[in-house]
């Protein structure tokens, strides 16, 4: 089992940068990706993103740019079916940015809640697409 150290660790190692920054002639290594999302799909704010504080998930969303960027990567390079997913992770960041949902004070708590639980439902989308693969 992976400890929260080993797991900040690997997401912290794969999807780092933009979507600008991934050429879409680089392969993407599946597993690697495959790894990030069960990890991913652990946090708090992935299982119950509408019973959390919504600053308290920044990292969470963080993590999920990185492998928004690492799935439209994949989208483009091989995995087509990951572009609609990839587009939602997309929104639901923006969203949550947007509305200052990292902040202690963000415009709408309940469009914050909204914003996570979209993310919750992008990322179980992209997951589910590797285990029907």
């Known amino acids: 089992m992976l400890t929260a150290a080993g797991i900040g660790l690997l997401l912290t190692a794969?999807?780092?940068g933009t979507d600008r920054d991934l050429d879409p002639s680089d392969s993407i290594d599946v597993r690697?990706?495959?790894l990030k999302l069960r990890a991913l799909m652990t946090d708090p704010c992935h299982l119950e993103p509408a019973e959390q504080t919504p600053r308290h998930c920044e990292k969470f969303v963080t993590q999920l740019a990185n492998t928004a960027n690492t799935v439209a990567?994949?989208?483009r390079t091989g995995y087509p079916e990951l572009a609609g997913p990839a587009d939602r992770m997309?929104?639901?960041i923006d969203a949550?940015?947007?509305g200052n949902c990292h902040t202690?004070?963000?415009d709408d708590e309940d469009e914050c809640g909204e914003a996570l639980s979209a993310l919750a439902d992008a990322l179980g989308e992209v997951e589910a697409q590797f285990t029907q693969s």
């Open 104 to 106: 202690t004070r963000p």
């Open 73 to 75: 990567a994949a989208a």
């Open 14 to 16: 794969c999807g780092v």
């Open 96 to 98: 949550y940015r947007k």
């Open 32 to 34: 690697t990706l495959q």
């Open 90 to 92: 997309t929104e639901g």
